[in-house]
C-alpha cells in the first residue's frame, strides 16, 4: 500500500435513531443511522402489515362494486 494516500481507519461511533448505539470502526468518525439490526424488523421478527389494498380492492370500493 502507497504511503499517505489512505483516509486514517479509526473507532467510530454508530448511532441509530431507535437509540441504540455501539462502536465499530471507519474511515468515520461518527454515523447516524435510521434503522440498525435491533430494531429492523427482520432481525426482531416483528413485522408490521399494513392492508392498504391494491388496485382492484380501489377500483371495486371506487364502483361499489362490493
Known amino acids: ?3 499517505g494516500i489512505h ?3 479509526m473507532e467510530c461511533k454508530v ?3 431507535c437509540g441504540n ?3 465499530t470502526k471507519s474511515t468515520k ?3 447516524r443511522l435510521d434503522v440498525c439490526s435491533a430494531c429492523h ?3 426482531t ?5 399494513i392492508n392498504r389494498g391494491g388496485r382492484v380492492e380501489k377500483f371495486k370500493k371506487k364502483f361499489n362494486m362490493d
Open 1 to 3: 500500500m502507497k504511503e
Open 7 to 9: 483516509p486514517k481507519y
Open 21 to 23: 448505539e455501539f462502536v
Open 15 to 17: 448511532v441509530c435513531a
Open 45 to 49: 421478527g416483528q413485522q408490521k402489515f
Open 41 to 43: 424488523p427482520f432481525f
Open 29 to 31: 468518525g461518527e454515523i
